[in-house]
């Protein structure tokens, strides 16, 4: 696929789902259950011991509609050992050239960490792909409408923070896609499941304000 290809089909869903863990078997687990409540996307981690063979499994062992990247890729070398691993996209904490140039150099769409508007614009002259939001949990939905307003074109990601209760709104205030770790994954599978599934329709139906869409 090409790149906006895969953001396409990364993003498509208005959620990815973050997997950090204590290691392989916790990662390929986790993966498992979201796989099957109906997510395709999911960024592991590389803070997770083993976490490029997670990803080389995953990618080896889902279907064409699952879209498998690394997070927390902080350098070009961890950029390249992520897209050597099968990762499809990577996602940053931080905006770094080298990463985007990395992940361009070799077709994989890269996501970087974002927190102001200076570093949005930043990253779009860079080339990213789509803008981490982290820490949402510093913001509202409401400060991204306004953000929006005049950067109507930066594709924004809210992460680290984002509830399943909050989701949506960040959603209906112009996001193209949410970033959850273990909002989504917290108690037993079945809980997971139910979760997922719940979230997943509520996604569906946030709408944009149409008026932000205009920039006005």
Same mark, same amino acid.
């Not at 890729?73 to 897209?83: C, E, F, G, H, K």
């Not at 913001?139 to 409408?145: A, G, M, R």
């Not at 149409?210 to 920039?215: D, E, I, K």
């Given at each position: 696929m090409y790149r906006w290809e895969i953001t396409r089909t990364a993003l498509e869903q208005r959620m990815? $789902? @973050?997997i950090r863990s204590d290691g392989y078997e916790g990662v390929t687990s986790t993966a498992d259950t979201l796989l099957g409540a109906g997510i395709n996307s999911l960024e592991i981690s590389l803070t997770t011991p083993y976490a490029l063979d997670a990803v080389s499994t995953l990618r080896r062992e889902t279907g064409p509609e699952c879209v498998i990247g690394a997070g927390t890729? !902080?350098?070009?070398? /961890? +950029? #390249?050992? +992520? @897209?050597d691993a099968g990762a499809l996209f990577l996602v940053s904490p931080a905006l770094?050239?080298?990463v985007i140039r990395t992940g361009h150099r070799y077709g994989v769409p890269v996501f970087p960490g974002v927190a102001t508007p200076t570093e949005m614009v930043r990253a779009l %002259? =860079?080339?990213? *792909? $789509? &803008?981490? =939001?982290?820490? $949402? /949990?510093?913001? *509202?939905? /409401?400060? =991204?409408? *306004?953000v929006r307003a005049a950067l109507p074109q930066a594709p924004l990601l809210p992460t680290g923070g984002v509830t399943v209760e909050n989701a949506p709104e960040w959603i209906a205030a112009g996001a193209v896609a949410c970033g959850m770790g273990s909002a989504l994954t917290k108690g037993d599978r079945e809980a997971t499941v139910k979760r997922v599934t719940d &979230? !997943?329709?509520? =996604? %569906? %139906? $946030?709408?944009?304000?149409? /008026? #932000?869409? #205009?920039?006005?």
């Open positions: 990815f $789902a @973050i890729v !902080l350098d070009a070398p /961890s +950029a #390249r050992a +992520a @897209i770094d050239a080298d %002259e =860079l080339g990213a *792909d $789509a &803008l981490k =939001l982290f820490p $949402a /949990s510093g913001h *509202d939905p /409401s400060w =991204l409408k *306004d &979230l !997943l329709q509520r =996604l %569906e %139906e $946030a709408v944009p304000d149409p /008026s #932000r869409r #205009r920039g006005r």
